[in-house]
T-cell receptor, first 112, second 112 residues
């Protein structure tokens, strides 16, 4: 079945790098996404990667994709207290009319 | 560009009452999604529309939940009658292309 798995918590110190990991199940997923959710807010699209890529960099964010292992990671360089939030990994499943399936989210806590 | 608008932001009802949520997607976005996010979990897709047609409603509890998207723009999601376990944040999202979904702030429903 469809399942996106993430670890639930991550705690880092301000200025360190954070790495949030995710595994997904649908090998035909075309796009994989990282969303950020701050308390009381909706989900904000952070970045995405197309399945034929293995890395994408966008300022402080680096996404790594290992299709063989169905493993996706998000690295945040120089993590700031404002990065504290819940990060959701999501995959597109079901072909061209596919829908977005989310993991349970990883709560990132950044300590000063 | 205006984002996805949802109302109300908060709603408290008693069990067995009915409730409706409204969503106005980003202009020009053909795809509209309703997600249910229970506290501590990732968003779960309830229904996906493409214009005013339903693409996927396999996880919508049809005995009590209904949704419509008139004229392929605004959408309403209704629960009748509500149960305690329906307490959650209901998120609306829209996308122009497959997967790059933009989310509203959500409606937080509490059923007492």
């Amino acid at each position: 079945g469809e399942d996106v798995e993430q670890s639930l918590f991550l705690s880092v110190r301000e200025g360190d790098s954070s790495v949030i990991n995710c595994t997904y199940t649908d090998s035909s997923s075309t796009y994989l996404y990282w969303y950020k959710q701050e308390p009381g807010a909706g989900l904000q699209l952070l970045t995405y990667i197309f399945s034929n890529m293995d890395m994408k960099q966008d300022q402080r964010l680096t996404v790594l994709l290992n299709k063989k292992d169905k493993h996706l990671s998000l690295r945040i360089a120089d993590t700031q207290t404002g990065d504290s939030a819940i990060y959701f990994c999501a995959e597109i499943t079901g072909g061209s009319q596919g829908n977005l399936i989310f993991g349970k989210g990883t709560k990132l806590s950044v300590k000063p | 560009e205006a984002g996805v608008a949802q109302s109300p932001r908060y709603k408290i009802i008693e069990k067995r009452q009915s409730v409706a949520f409204w969503c106005n997607p980003i202009s020009g976005h053909a795809t509209l999604y309703w997600y249910q996010q229970i506290l501590g979990q990732g968003p779960k897709l309830l229904i996906q529309f493409q214009n005013n047609g339903v693409v996927d409603d396999s996880q919508l509890p049809k005995d009590r939940f209904s949704a419509e998207r008139l004229k392929g723009v605004d959408s309403t999601l209704k629960i009748q009658p509500a149960k305690l376990e329906d307490s959650a944040v209901y998120l609306c999202a829209s996308s122009f292309e497959q997967g790059e979904a933009f989310f509203g702030q959500g409606t937080r429903l509490t059923v007492v």
